[in-house]
């Protein structure tokens, strides 16, 4: 088998194809932990009493895959569902850079942006975790369900929904909070001024998070949000992922 420049052996990524096909099969092992206690694996538990407060709304999260991977660096890779193709080629860029890097590449399995970050890090070799929206018995969308189940197979997915449960608009924005909480960092690659994306962008600003936000993004001038987080603390503009991770993971 060949392998990357970095030296990795690429897995291939499941095709992300139509709805069409056959179902969706859930997992069969599913734990139920504690937000808490995910947020300790990683040492993310470090957050004001009032902080972790707000976090327990979501009180307990369905885990199907290795929960052991939240022990490592971890960075969500998320925006927009209907990216331009720059965006969804700077996306899977970013994934497999960060995956080559040995960082966990996180995000939320929507289109777009959210599929190309996490299919470039599975496709570079390295490890990935999803934090879905709905269930872990549903698959939204549903083009993308080869994709999850390789995900619980061979990764991490979660869920703060009860399986069998409805998927309501709420379901989303509380998601992000939970993506934000057990990231070190969420990068913005692309997201308009009415992105649900946005939602992700104040939780990290709320819980102490690193927010980063692509140069493109901040260069944009037809988009009003950014200089709402651009100054703030903890905040990055893109230039580069070496740059990012020095930032970050300071030596």
């Known amino acids: 088998m060949t392998v990357d420049s970095e030296g990795h052996r690429p897995r291939r990524a499941p095709a992300v194809g139509g ?6 099969v859930p997992p069969v ?11 300790a694996i990683g040492g993310r538990d470090t957050l004001a009493p009032k902080q972790m407060d707000f976090l327990n709304a979501a009180a ?3 885990c199907a895959g290795n929960v052991a991977l939240l022990a490592n660096r971890c960075i969500a890779v998320i925006g ?3 990216a331009s193709d720059l965006g969804r080629r700077r996306a899977r860029q970013l994934g497999r850079q960060l995956a080559a890097a ?8 929507a289109e777009g942006i959210d599929t190309e970050a996490l299919t470039g890090a599975i496709e570079a070799g390295g490890s990935v975790v999803a934090v879905i929206g709905t269930p ?5 969308p549903a083009k993308n369900k080869a994709l999850q189940e390789a995900i619980y ?3 991490l997915l979660i869920s703060q929904f009860q399986p069998g449960t409805r998927v309501f608009p709420s379901n989303f924005p509380a998601r992000n909070r939970t993506m934000a909480a057990l990231s070190d960092a969420s990068v913005v690659i692309e ?6 994306t946005l939602h992700q962008a104040a939780e990290c600003q709320r819980l102490g998070r690193w927010l980063v936000i692509a140069k493109s993004v901040v260069e944009n001038q037809e988009l009003t949000w950014p200089e709402k987080f651009v100054g703030q603390p903890r905040t990055l503009i893109l230039e580069s992922t070496s740059s990012l991770l020095g930032e970050i993971y300071p030596s």
């Open 19 to 24: 709805p069409r096909g056959p179902k969706y």
């Open 29 to 39: 092992s599913v734990e139920q932990r504690a937000i808490g206690d995910l947020l």
């Open 60 to 62: 307990n999260l369905f």
């Open 80 to 82: 927009a569902r209907k």
């Open 102 to 109: 040995g960082v966990v590449v996180v995000s939320g399995l």
């Open 136 to 140: 872990l018995d549903q698959a939204y």
């Open 153 to 155: 197979r061979d990764h």
């Open 191 to 196: 997201a308009s001024d009415t992105s649900g």
